[in-house]
């Protein structure tokens, strides 16, 4: 029982976070830790600006205006699920920028049982990744580049994974407009969960672009999300037919919903291919401290739908004010059908 339960968490790690397949590990890398990705859609990552948060989603964001910044990050997500981000960011002037940071997920404690269904003892579970970031800008160039050294631990009872892990990105700002590329988890797996598993990081290039409306308080961001895969559809979690069970990953019907039907007959499956891909959000900057956010996700809509319920899955919303010593940002998003997710964060000025 003890193994079975074991298995249902690494699932949820493998698979409940990413529909597109389930094919990579550390899917919590996925996850939008910070308040202001998750408002956005799930990615921040071409904006440039003087939010430390911004480097959890773009390496190349960092630079010296986020001097001696720290940010907290915390959701409850659902039940005794918790994550997070925590990063902190120090300017070395000429030499460029550096920040460290930890992103982290917390299944909670289990109780163990063995073959027979005897008590053993309790046990948590969790991922981890430790982060050391470095960025400068290019010459006397409006070019910006980052890079991120991930160190990935993941531990789930006596079950321990290890990897190391790297994100590069460039941004290029200039005025009111902002563009970033960026390629996530290149790395290698030390240390598998077992020896015949076959653990695989999440690997994502992403392309992303911001713009400040002029005379109008409106940033609005689109992001191309998984560049380096084009087909995003996903085996059905509504398995009305029992062609599929989560221990069985062979090909199955796309789920079959009235909106899914409606965009392929009217644009067609590649089309809707390209959807999945694309991220936008807007940020409405009511004052110089106090901004709105509200974004669609596509692909989050199409994948947490249910045939006879629609919901608000795709959209998420938030906001965020800033003072002279510290910042709050809010997020509220819905990474799963029947959870509400509320993402705080606190942005410490030292």
Sequence with gaps: ?????????????TKFYAQIGGNATYRFLDIP????????????????????????????????????????????????LNYGYIAYAYDL??????ASGIQFFDYGKFK???????????????????????AKRF??????????????????????????????????????????????NFGYVWKS???????????????????KVSKAPFRLTLVYDYLNQ???????????????????????????????????????????????????GAEIILTKNFTLRIAYNYRRQLEMILPDRRGINGFSFGFGFKTKRFGFNYAFTKMAFPGNSSIFNLNIFI
């Design 230 to 280: 084009w087909n995003l559809k996903y085996i059905s979690p509504v398995d009305t037919t029992g062609q599929t069970n989560p221990f069985n990953s062979s090909p199955s019907k796309i789920q079959d919903t009235s909106s899914f039907k409606k965009f392929t007959k009217r644009f067609g499956s590649k089309a809707d291919n390209f959807a999945r891909h694309i991220t936008i």
């Design 112 to 134: 163990g049982y063995d073959e027979n269904g005897n008590y053993t003892s309790n046990f948590r579970a969790g991922d981890y990744s430790l982060n050391m970031t470095y």
């Design 93 to 98: 002037k000429k030499y460029g920028t550096v």
């Design 33 to 80: 830790s910070t308040a202001r990705a998750a408002s956005l859609g799930g990615s921040a990552m071409p904006i440039w600006g003087d939010d430390i948060n911004l480097i959890y989603g773009n390496p190349a964001a960092l630079n010296k205006f986020m001097h001696n910044q720290v940010t907290l990050n915390y959701c409850n997500f659902i039940g005794d």
């Design 1 to 13: 029982m003890k193994k079975s339960i074991l298995i249902i968490v690494i699932l949820v790690v």
């Design 139 to 184: 010459d006397d160039t409006s070019f910006n580049i980052g890079i991120s050294v991930k160190t990935i631990l993941s531990q789930f009872e006596t079950y321990r994974s290890v990897a190391s892990a790297v994100d590069f990105g460039v941004n290029y700002h200039r005025n009111r407009f902002s563009a970033s590329i960026l390629a996530k």
């Design 193 to 211: 969960y077992t020896s015949t598993s076959t653990d695989k990081l999440p690997l994502n290039w992403q392309l992303g672009l911001a713009y």
